[in-house]
Structures are given as C-alpha cells and as structure tokens.
C-alpha cells in the first residue's frame, strides 16, 4: 500500500499529472485499508498547491458539495491535522 510519505517529489517534479495521480492512488488505498470494499466515495475537497518556475505559487481549493459541506469538512481536516501535530 502506498503511503503519502512514500511519494518523493523530485520523482515527478517534470509531470505533475504523475504526481498527483500518486497522491489519489495512495488515498484509494488508504481508504480501502480503512473501510473495506463497501464504500462510496461522497463529498471531496481537493487543495493543491501549484508552483510555477518563477518561484511564484497559488493554491487551488475545489469542492464538489455545498460550500457549507465543504466547510465542514475542512473544519474536520483541520482539528485531525492539529492532531498530528
């Protein structure tokens, strides 16, 4: 199973669309690992940073749900990040 730390960013520094596709592939794991095989995916918040060769950087946040869902759901994100701090 792939784990977010086992993704080395130099790896895909020239294809970004690899790099992300690691990432969501290391979440289907984990999210099998964590439920089983009877799931359905629902609500997603998606936060990436994107870094241009000029050094200047931006984040793009999206969410496929109501802002009020999707702000829930950060506000979760956040208290289990602090937790893993």
């Known amino acids: 199973m792939a784990?977010?730390?086992d993704v080395?960013?130099?790896d895909?520094?020239?294809d970004p669309r690899a790099?992300?596709?690691e990432a969501v592939a290391a979440q289907m794991d984990?999210?099998?690992t964590d439920f089983g095989d009877q799931y359905e995916i629902g609500a997603l918040v998606t936060?990436?940073?994107v870094r241009k060769p000029d050094g200047s950087a931006g984040i793009?946040?999206?969410c496929n749900a109501p802002p009020w869902v999707g702000l829930g759901m950060l506000s979760v994100a956040e208290k289990?990040?602090?937790g893993q701090a």
């Open 80 to 82: 289990v990040l602090e």
């Open 60 to 62: 793009r946040v999206r």
């Open 3 to 5: 784990e977010p730390g």
């Open 30 to 32: 984990a999210i099998e």
């Open 19 to 21: 790099r992300l596709m």
């Open 8 to 10: 080395d960013p130099a």
């Open 47 to 49: 936060i990436v940073e």
């Open 12 to 14: 895909h520094e020239s």
